[in-house]
């Protein structure tokens, strides 16, 4: 059984295909998501499909680096810092388009355990083919990973690969949690989380919780 993602307002249940990262070329730009007019470091996007219909839902987690050395983030005890580092320190010795390589990830590490508020609206992709209609759901809470795993991709793949955010057309973004600041533009609540009500977050599922990758190095 491939790792599913269903829940949290999403219609159907969607297998996982592949997860890719966006960058900037420095600390305050990369996202590819704005909160309030703030970018983050980065952003990962793990992309979705419901085999049935062929929508595609994508999850966007932001990324903040910290300025700690990969030895020092490498001894802490956080989980998901640990997983990042093998995939940046693995990752940055592909030097040739097109080249791969394997690597045994633990996917449900990777994103981290803030999952529970998110914002939810329908775009597109942000890479080739940019198809529409793509559920899109972005966390509210950053993972941490080192600023040096970064810079070494800004230095030896590609000094950014991120695009900037698109007009918004009259889409609605929805939020799952109350609205913590004062803001002149109109507010919505989608799936609204309670604790009583489950099928109101997010659901992953795997029958086994690690992940073989292939790493490819492609640019668009």
Same mark, same amino acid.
């Given at each position: ?12 249940? /969607? ?123 972005? /966390? ?81």
């Amino acid at each position: 059984t491939p790792f599913t993602l269903s829940g949290g307002g999403l219609n159907g249940t /969607f297998q996982f295909l592949n997860f890719h990262v966006h960058w900037g070329e420095n600390s305050k730009s990369g996202s590819e998501h704005q909160v309030n007019d703030v970018k983050y470091t980065g952003e990962i996007h793990l992309v979705h499909q419901n085999s049935e219909t062929g929508q595609i839902a994508v999850l966007g987690i932001f990324m903040n680096s910290s300025q700690n050395s990969s030895d020092e983030i490498g001894n802490t005890a956080n989980a998901t810092i640990k997983e990042w580092v093998k995939f940046f320190t693995t990752a940055v010795k592909l030097g040739k388009v097109n080249e791969s390589t394997k690597l045994r990830l633990n996917l449900a590490t990777l994103m981290g355990n803030n999952l529970n508020n998110f914002w939810r609206y329908r775009g597109s992709l942000t890479t080739p083919p940019c198809t529409e209609d793509v559920v899109w759901t972005v /966390f509210k809470v950053p993972i941490v990973v080192g600023e040096d795993e970064i810079d070494s991709f800004r230095k030896d793949i590609f000094s950014k690969n991120d695009r900037s955010p698109q007009p918004l057309y009259n889409r609605i973004v929805y939020r799952n949690f109350l609205n913590e600041t004062l803001s002149p533009i109109p507010d919505y609540n989608c799936c609204l989380d309670t604790s009583s009500n489950a099928g109101n977050k997010i659901i992953l599922s795997k029958s086994n919780k690690y992940l073989l990758c292939f790493l490819l190095l492609f640019f668009f």
